[in-house]
């Protein structure tokens, strides 16, 4: 009798953990993976060339698929919850190769903080000032204002500052790419071959996408350009919405 | 590993707290990678396994945006109608930052060489003195 009893409740309780499964849907999930995967493959056929930007493809795959099958977004939003909860750790994590080059830090803390007393103000104003000019709204503008800044960041701030925060990630990609494909292009005009130069720019100016580029340049310009990156990111989350509220 | 989870699971969520009740104008992600950088400041070492967990997670960083770019079909008049202003101020800006930024950080890189070389320079003719 017990044993029946505790059978019963073993496979009612199986039932519950099924059903509560079955209630986190893993196909939206799991469609983001298969799009960034293919994105993945696609960019290395084409020699990861930055305009095959891998984020951009699977963003654009998983729109067009969204639209074939007549998903609304908030269903595909709630189903890929799991990628998009990863964002927040993911960028706590960016502590770790900001650690590691400490060393790089100490050496060429000079270059590093002009770069960012520069770059960072430069970024922001030119961005604000044309899409201003040129009559954008409000909101736009607001949207661009962290157009430099790693996306994982810039949306953070996007939100503190009253953007739209999937407009702001999708100006951030197209902000990296256009730096990762301009940046060699100004060093060769301004005859600049400093690698530390170089790599520092492009990280302040076009973030992880930047980053990538210079990598491929050399290694220096690389670790550089990932330190102008999570250093602008850091420096324009604390000051922008600052200076913001102070406006 | 689970330790390193939890390690970085804390800190976001002291950022989280700071951010909800309106202590730091900081997103939370940002105030727990400085308190995690500070950590490890303190502690002047990295755990193993906190960098690998970052070298896996940050690998794939850029799919984590999926979910949430994907949400701009839903502006897509804003790029439509927007489309010279946000144009102009991605490539222009961009440009102006890469060049402004280079030129000055490049200058101011001469100027560091110059002055460790000049010295170097009057290290060198100090030897040359004392060897005379």
């Known amino acids: 009798m017990r044993e029946q009893f505790a059978m019963s409740t073993l496979s009612q309780l199986t039932n519950l953990t099924w059903a509560s499964l079955a209630d986190k849907p893993v196909l939206e999930t799991g469609a983001t993976v298969f799009a960034f995967l293919a994105a993945t493959r696609i960019a290395r ?141 100004v060093a060769r005009l301004c005859r600049i071959e400093d690698p530390r130069v170089v790599g520092l720019t492009m990280g302040i100016a076009s973030h992880g996408i930047g980053t990538a580029r210079a990598l491929q340049i050399n290694e220096i310009a690389g670790a550089f350009s990932g330190l102008g990156m999570s250093m602008n990111g850091v420096l324009t989350a604390i000051l922008l919405p600052l200076v913001y509220r102070l406006l | 590993m689970l330790e390193q989870i939890a390690r970085v699971l804390f800190w976001l969520s002291v950022g989280e707290i700071a951010a909800r009740s309106g202590l730091l104008p900081l997103p939370a992600p940002v ?41 701009v079909i839903a502006h897509l008049n804003v790029l439509k109608t927007e489309a010279l202003p946000i144009l102009a101020a991605i490539i222009g800006g961009t440009a102006i930052t890469l060049f402004v930024t280079m030129v000055v950080v490049n200058l101011l890189g001469v100027a560091i060489a110059k002055r460790r070389e000049q010295e170097l320079g009057r290290l060198e003719g100090a030897v040359r003195d004392v060897n005379s």
Do not use: C
């Open chain 2, 31 to 71: 105030t727990g990678l400085i308190l995690l950088y500070a950590e490890l400041a303190v502690r002047g070492k990295l755990p193993d396994d906190l960098g690998v967990l970052a070298d896996r997670l940050l690998q794939f960083l850029g799919m984590l945006f999926v979910p949430a770019g994907v949400g």
């Open chain 1, 45 to 185: 056929l084409g020699g990861n060339h930055p305009l095959l930007n891998p984020t951009l493809l699977a963003i654009i795959l998983i729109s067009l698929g969204l639209e074939a099958t007549h998903i609304p977004y908030e269903t595909y939003l709630r189903g890929a919850d799991a990628v998009h909860f990863m964002l927040g750790p993911t960028v706590v994590l960016l502590a770790v190769p900001l650690f590691r080059q400490r060393a790089i830090v100490r050496a060429s803390w000079r270059l590093i903080a002009i770069g960012l007393a520069v770059g960072m103000p430069v970024g922001v104003l030119s961005a604000i000032g044309i899409a201003w000019v040129l009559g954008a709204s409000s909101q736009t503008i607001l949207s661009l204002a962290p157009k430099s800044v790693t996306a994982g960041i810039a949306v953070g701030i996007s939100e503190q500052i009253g953007g739209l925060q999937t407009l702001t990630i999708v100006l951030v990609i197209m902000t990296g790419i256009t730096g990762a494909v301009l940046g060699p292009i």
